[in-house]
């Protein structure tokens, strides 16, 4: 089945203490990125890529990292969270660049981030 | 950078009604698209409209675009309780940007 697949699905963790949440895709898609939403802001991008070694900010790139270093992996690594980082954090992916439909992401279920 | 603008916030309505929402964005775009998401899930892909369309149907939805008013509606016929979901448009080429979304409820 062709998905996006993120873990962990929720984690409770405490300030400063560094994680990651992966994100893998089974379908050679080029382009991967980060969201994050919260209550009455939407979804924000975080960091995007456009292929292996090829990251970029999106919106609200403070506080995060992430690294493309195989085409089916992008995960996304809060070095020291902060409270602040508290949200669900989605993943996406679509095939590639400029080609008319191209774009339409498929989103993974979701990780539910909570900074204590 | 928030695009797209969804109205309303809330919509509630009884089954077998119509849903509208509408989308308003700011800048030109190559496409538009409609995604929708149930609680605290992942978002799922419904509809994309391109520039030069005016109408697109799906099953029970039904996708305006103008883009002289650089708006877009999206029109659900006939609801069901289990379209009960928030909807999002979004627009953008590789970097897609979403609205904040309209919370449509269909009670039984």
């Known amino acids: 089945e062709a998905q996006v697949t993120q873990n962990p699905r929720y984690l409770i963790t405490v300030t400063g203490k560094k994680l990651t949440v992966t994100c893998s895709q089974n379908m050679n898609h080029e382009y991967m990125s980060w969201y994050r939403q919260d209550p009455g802001l939407g979804l924000r991008q975080i960091y995007y890529s456009m292929n292996v070694e090829v990251t970029d900010k999106g919106d609200v790139p403070e506080g995060y990292k992430v690294s493309r270093k195989e085409k089916r992996n992008f995960p996304l690594i809060l070095e020291s969270p902060s409270p602040n980082q508290t949200s669900l954090y989605f993943c996406?992916?679509?095939?590639?660049?400029?080609?008319?439909?191209?774009?339409?992401?498929?989103f993974g279920a979701g990780s539910r981030l909570t900074v204590l | 950078s928030q695009q797209g603008e969804e109205d309303p916030q809330a919509l509630s309505i009884q089954e077998g009604e119509n849903a509208t929402m509408n989308c308003s964005y700011k800048?030109?775009?190559?496409?538009l698209q409609w995604y929708r998401q149930n609680s605290g899930r992942g978002l799922v892909h419904l509809i994309l409209?391109?520039?030069?369309?005016r109408e697109k149907h799906s099953g029970r939805l039904r996708v305006t675009l103008d883009t002289s008013k650089k708006s877009s509606s999206l029109l659900i016929t006939a609801s069901r309780a289990a379209d009960t979901a928030s909807y999002f448009c979004a627009t953008g080429l590789v970097k897609l940007v979403f609205g904040k979304g309209t919370k449509l409820t269909v009670n039984p």
């Open positions: 409209i391109r520039s030069n369309e």
């Open positions: 800048t030109s775009i190559n496409n």
């Open positions: 996406a992916s679509t095939p590639g660049q400029v080609v008319s439909g191209a774009n339409v992401l498929t």
